[in-house]
């Protein structure tokens, strides 16, 4: 137990602690801070953490969260129309959002496939995929999947079962990152980018 702390205290802090990237003594930290901020910061924040535990939900059309059945990106009307790029969770459809570039759709599979972990096509959103190019004459499916062997493995399955359908399949380039120093790259990706390189 906490020096001079009670049951609640110690409640939050373990469920804190729960969170990626906090341990029990980071939690401990930010709980002794919230406390100290009480009004400026906890109890706000506990108002905040009501309504999205009362009002959030997964977009039935992409899998993002959302406050509506349908996310902002779904209900966009000026949202490119032809373009679908996948990801594997709601995290990854965030930072591609981040980047302001993609000003298409999306779909978040919800994982991606593991024969390790048992996760099979029936566990992520693929048949939904399959259907959303369908019924929405999707003309490009663009991969943005880890580059891990499971991404690459889900991207392999989605483009087996999207070859009888007139779409482009393709997927985000892998390699050298801007600013980066071939001494700090490891092989897999020093690899990748010379598999990819283009003429300059």
Excluded at 14 to 37: D, T, W, Y
Excluded at 90 to 110: C, I, Q, T
Aim: include cysteine; charge should be negative; glycine fraction near 8%.
């Amino acid at each position: 137990m906490s020096e001079g702390g009670n049951k609640d205290i110690e409640n939050l802090i373990q469920l804190l602690a729960k969170l990626p990237g906090l341990g029990p003594r980071s939690a401990r930290r930010a709980v002794l801070h919230l406390i100290k901020k009480r009004a400026l910061l906890l109890t706000p924040m506990a108002d905040a953490m009501f309504a999205v535990a009362t009002s959030a939900r997964e977009c039935l059309v992409c899998g993002n969260i959302g406050t509506a059945d349908r996310c902002d990106i779904c209900s966009a009307p000026k949202r490119a129309q032809g373009q679908i790029c996948v990801v594997e969770d709601v995290a990854d459809l965030w930072a591609m959002e981040r980047s302001n570039v993609f000003k298409g759709r999306y779909h978040v599979l919800g994982g991606s496939l593991s024969a390790l972990d048992g996760i099979g096509p029936e566990e992520l959103r693929i048949p939904q995929l399959i259907d959303r190019v369908v019924q929405e004459n999707i003309t490009e499916v663009i991969f943005a999947l880890n580059a891990t062997v499971d991404g690459q493995t889900t991207a392999h399955y989605i483009a087996d079962q999207l070859e009888h359908l007139d779409v482009s399949v393709t997927s985000l380039a892998q390699g050298v990152p801007i600013g980066g120093e071939l001494d700090y790259l490891d092989d897999g990706t020093i690899m990748a980018a010379l598999a990819a390189r283009k003429s300059v």
